[in-house]
Every structure is written in structure tokens, then in C-alpha cells.
């Protein structure tokens, strides 16, 4: 019988306490302070914890069919094909779809923001990523982007936490932070969990699983420019 790794449970427990903490010297939950908890949240968690291979940006998503989606708060690529830097900055990116591995909207309090979640689910829901050849475990990949919903803030209970995640298609999983709930429909999580470690680990452990899914592919980008002029 396994027993909990203690280092691992501290550290994460610390890790989440260093959230809250940036969050309310933010600003909490005023509108102004999305970005930066964003931008938090990407620094002190994402960054920290995922190998420097990934790459976490923000930006369009567009498809194959010509949709694209509005600005995405945190994308996740897959190094399966190129994307696009913004002509000005450099900051936010244009995404082909088959290069998005997952998406992740942060927001400072889930239950007041809920709405804006759910119009950036149906808006992604357009986006159809369309491979070639896949090596893949669980079955070929599904067309859609995952989605994935972090807040600072959201319901304390369980049970509503889940019943939001089931009737609001298309998101993946959902961490409320100072809650310590995580919630998602993966059957080998349990589909749920919580505290300061397991919450934060369960979002940890679902989204690495759903960005390894796919383990190589021919995403043939050539396709989007289909038709061009080639130079004389």
C-alpha cells in the first residue's frame, strides 16, 4: 500500500499559499487585476512546474475552416507546428489549432465570471483541430481543444462545483484555488479532489495528461496557406 509523499504534499501546500498571496497583492478581484493574475499564475505555477519544453503564451486560435477564436488567457503548445508572433509586440501569438495542446482562462472569481467562461467555451468550441498521422494513447485525439478553467475564487461546495462542470460543455477540468477544489470527468481521477495539495496536484496531474495524450503527429501546416503564389 503507497503512502503520501510528505515533501510533495508541503511543497505544494506552500506553493498555494504563495497564489493567495499574489492574488490579493494584485488587487483581488477587481478588473484590472485580470491580467496580472494571469500573469501570476503563469510565473509562480505553470512555469514552474511543467518542463521548459512547453511553452505558455496568450492569443487567437484559428482553424483550418478559417474560424478563430477571441484572445485565449493562457495557451499551451504542442511543438507540432509554427506559430505567429504579433507584427507589434511580440506578445500575444496567432495559433493554428493543431499547434494548441490546451487552454486555460483564469479568472479572479468564478462564480461572478462565469458567464464570460462560458462564452469563451462555445467560442473555442468552433476551433477544430484537424491531423494527419497520430501516435497517441487512449484512442486518436479529439478535434476539440481541451479547456481548462482556473479561479481564484469559486463555489465552496463540492457538489455545485461539479454540477457547473457538467452542464457547461466543453471544459476539461476546474481549479478553484482558495476553495481547494478541483473538479473534472476523468474517470481515473476520481474526477475530484481537494485541500491546498490535492486540489492543485489534481489540476497538475489532469492537465499533463490531456497535453501527453498526443504524442506526435503531422499537423501539416502547409494546408492553411493553400493556393499561395509561390516567388517567382
Avoid at 497583492?25 to 478588473?31: E, R, V
Avoid at 468564478?110 to 498521422?133: C, H, M, P, Y
Avoid at 492537465?207 to 503531422?218: V, Y
Wanted: hydrophobic share 35%; charged share 15%.
Amino acid at each position: 500500500m503507497s503512502m503520501q509523499n510528505q515533501y510533495v504534499i508541503q511543497s505544494l501546500t506552500g506553493l498555494h499559499q504563495v497564489l493567495l498571496g499574489g492574488h490579493a497583492a494584485t488587487g483581488g478581484g477587481s478588473s484590472a487585476s485580470k491580467g496580472r493574475a494571469r500573469e501570476h499564475f503563469v510565473e509562480t505555477f505553470l512555469k514552474q512546474t511543467f518542463p521548459p519544453t512547453y511553452r505558455f503564451g496568450d492569443g487567437d486560435i484559428t482553424d483550418k475552416n478559417g474560424y478563430k477564436t477571441g484572445q485565449m488567457d493562457i495557451v499551451i503548445e504542442h511543438p507540432f507546428a509554427p506559430t505567429l508572433a504579433s507584427s507589434y509586440t511580440g506578445s500575444s501569438r496567432l495559433y493554428v489549432a493543431e499547434a494548441v495542446a490546451a487552454v486555460i482562462e483564469v479568472k479572479s472569481n468564478l462564480t461572478s465570471q462565469w458567464a464570460q467562461i462560458e462564452k469563451t467555451s462555445r467560442d473555442l468550441a468552433n476551433v477544430q483541430r484537424q491531423f494527419g498521422g497520430t501516435q497517441s494513447r487512449g484512442g486518436p485525439p479529439s478535434p476539440n481543444v481541451p479547456f481548462f478553467v482556473v479561479g481564484y475564487d469559486g463555489w465552496s461546495d463540492m457538489e455545485r462545483s461539479r454540477e457547473k462542470l457538467r452542464v457547461t460543455p466543453g471544459i476539461s477540468g476546474m481549479l478553484s484555488i482558495r476553495q481547494e477544489i478541483y473538479v473534472d470527468n476523468r474517470t481515473t481521477s476520481g474526477g475530484f479532489t481537494w485541500g491546498p495539495a490535492g486540489s492543485l496536484w489534481g489540476f497538475i496531474c489532469s492537465l499533463w495528461d490531456t497535453i501527453t495524450r498526443i504524442e506526435n503527429t503531422h499537423a501539416l501546416p502547409a494546408s492553411y496557406v493553400v493556393g499561395a503564389h509561390a516567388p517567382d
